[in-house]
């Protein structure tokens, strides 16, 4: 994968913050980052007139770095640069897009914050905008990777997935599965037995696994599992199984193609990104 030199982090004084400070300070010391931009937006168009006249002499510009500085002392533990970036923009995901364009950054660490409904920047807009990685962090990630989960459909837009197990691998001695997710064609579900094309399908995909395993020369440790998606969706399945799996990251691409599954089709992997996920999601751009 492409060296990840420069990280930003989206921060929203929410208590979500502390998580993905101390994330982003793991991850820095485990790619060996050079440095890592903390970003707040402040939205003061949302500020209701009523306070106007109590905030005129107010920097809030100043008072809000100084607070995040303060933070990001304490919190971030990796000997990566960091700076703290404060800006006033209507739209927060055009200034985290801005901000990772200006500064080549390869990775932006954002917090999922659909559970709780909070002002975080998760959306599909972010996702579809921006050209570097995303990692998306829930409130309660523990700052440790140990075991990956790396979505593929075998198409060979899913080698670049690979690329990043690969190098999260080598830095966390972490141990990576290979998962594929797929549903039986409806269309064949009237004329033969469920349980035959299920057989049949996997012992397909099997194959299909093996080619790609050996097109893409993966270098470390790689196991693999087929699950069948039966009456729930992909993204929904994966989240599920993910979770009874103790799986501590999963990484997916942003588009593929496959027969039988679309793991890697934008709206699955836009599903998963707006999922409340216990698990951080890394996605491959």
């Not at 937006?41 to 100084?66: M, P, R, T, W």
């Not at 390869?106 to 002002?119: D, E, P, Y």
């Not at 599909?124 to 593929?152: D, F, H, M, Q, Y």
């Not at 836009?270 to 951080?280: A, G, T």
């Amino acid at each position: 994968m492409t060296d990840i030199k420069n990280i930003l982090v989206a921060l929203d004084l929410s208590d979500i913050d502390t998580t993905l400070i101390e994330y982003a300070s793991f991850i820095a010391d485990a790619l060996k980052v050079e440095k890592v931009y903390f970003v707040h937006n402040i939205k003061k168009y949302e500020i209701s007139e009523l306070f106007d006249e109590q905030l005129k002499d107010i920097n809030l510009d100043e008072i809000i770095g100084d607070e995040l500085n303060e933070k990001v002392e304490e919190k971030f533990t990796s000997s990566a640069e960091w700076e703290v970036l404060i800006s006033e923009d209507p739209y927060s995901e055009s200034l985290i897009n801005y901000i990772v364009n200006k500064y080549q950054v390869q990775l932006a660490i954002i917090g999922n914050k659909n559970r709780s409904k909070g002002t975080g920047v998760v959306s599909g807009k972010l996702l579809r905008l921006l050209k570097c990685n995303i990692l998306s962090v829930p409130k309660n990630a523990e700052a440790v990777i140990t075991n990956i989960w790396a979505g593929t459909d075998f198409s060979s837009a899913s080698r670049k997935v690979f690329g990043v197990a690969e190098s999260l691998q080598r830095a966390t001695a972490a141990k990576v599965k290979a998962v594929h997710v797929f549903n039986v064609p409806v269309q064949f579900s009237p004329y033969i037995p469920k349980e035959h094309l299920d057989l049949k399908i996997e012992d397909h995909l099997k194959g299909k696994y093996e080619k790609f395993i050996k097109k893409i020369g993966y270098e470390g440790d790689l196991t693999s599992e087929i699950i069948p998606g039966r009456d729930s969706g992909v993204a929904e399945k994966l989240r599920i199984k993910a979770q009874t799996s103790r799986v501590d990251l999963i990484i997916v691409g942003d588009k593929g193609r496959n027969t039988f599954s679309s793991l890697l089709v934008g709206s699955v992997t836009e599903e998963l990104f707006n999922q409340d996920l216990d698990v951080p999601l890394w996605i491959v751009k």
